[in-house]
């Protein structure tokens, strides 16, 4: 199916940037942040019409300059927004444990308003008092299209071999050695643009019989580590702790 899916997109995709210069895909690492009572989780299961996802994200392995993110994934009825501050993973740390983000974190072109996104980042953790629950970790391969609409912003991506961290430690977003497999046998298709989906997509996905539905890499991975749900395993040891 995967192969089947690249041959019909290829005439109106291209792989992204980052995935060209990366050999075709990369790695996105998230930490994924909740309450004690799994707030966020009990949430997405209930489809709940308004609420969010806090998670610090990376990608590919831990580099010199290669920066991370605090991330507010937001789903308001149906339109998903994202909420995103830049900064390096020691600067993340940092603000973290307890340090002022405005000394780590600075607007940008694309990213302008990433001061404020870390305030709101930060405010959710301590007002929910949120803590690690989850590292979610996959391949993924990306397109866009062809044919560039700047208001719509089509991108396609397969994910690939989700795996899961149950209760990791800041230190553990490039680290896979208690990563537990979640489904190396499937992929995950996501479609995501701002207006409108073009009559391409429409007719490949037809063609197949693919029909819309839920496939969350946070609500699977937490599913895959029992210990979680059972409150069970959050203190494996001071070096795999949250600090502050």
């Not at 209930?46 to 990608?59: D, Q």
Request: include cysteine; hydrophobic fraction near 35%; proline fraction near 5%.
């Amino acid at each position: 199916m995967l192969d089947q899916l690249r041959g019909l997109l290829r005439p109106f995709t291209e792989l992204d940037r980052h995935a060209a210069e990366n050999g075709g895909e990369y790695t996105v690492r998230s930490i994924y942040f909740d309450t004690q009572d799994l707030e966020c989780y009990f949430m997405k299961l209930a489809g709940v019409k308004r609420r969010n996802k806090v998670r610090l994200r990376g990608y590919n392995l831990e580099a010199d300059g290669n920066p991370v993110f605090f991330e507010i994934k937001k789903k308001v009825d149906e339109p998903l927004f994202k909420n995103r501050a830049a900064m390096s993973f020691e600067a993340a740390r940092s603000i973290l444990r307890g340090e002022p983000l405005e000394d780590f974190v600075q607007p940008s072109r694309k990213l302008p308003e990433a001061v404020n996104n870390a305030r709101r980042f930060m405010y959710h953790i301590h007002a929910r008092n949120m803590r690690p629950v989850v590292a979610v970790i996959y391949e993924r391969e990306p397109y866009q299209g062809l044919f560039k609409d700047r208001d719509n912003n089509l991108r396609i991506t397969f994910d690939k071999n989700l795996r899961g961290v149950a209760h990791p430690a800041l230190d553990d977003l490039f680290e896979e050695q208690y990563a537990h497999p979640v489904d190396n046998r499937h992929f995950i298709l996501e479609v995501k643009f701002n207006l409108y989906l073009p009559g391409w997509v429409k007719a490949i996905t037809a063609s197949l019989n693919l029909k819309k539905g839920p496939a969350s890499k946070y609500v699977m991975c937490i599913e895959s580590n029992p210990e979680i749900l059972s409150g069970k395993g959050q203190v494996i040891s001071s070096s795999r702790q949250m600090t502050g």
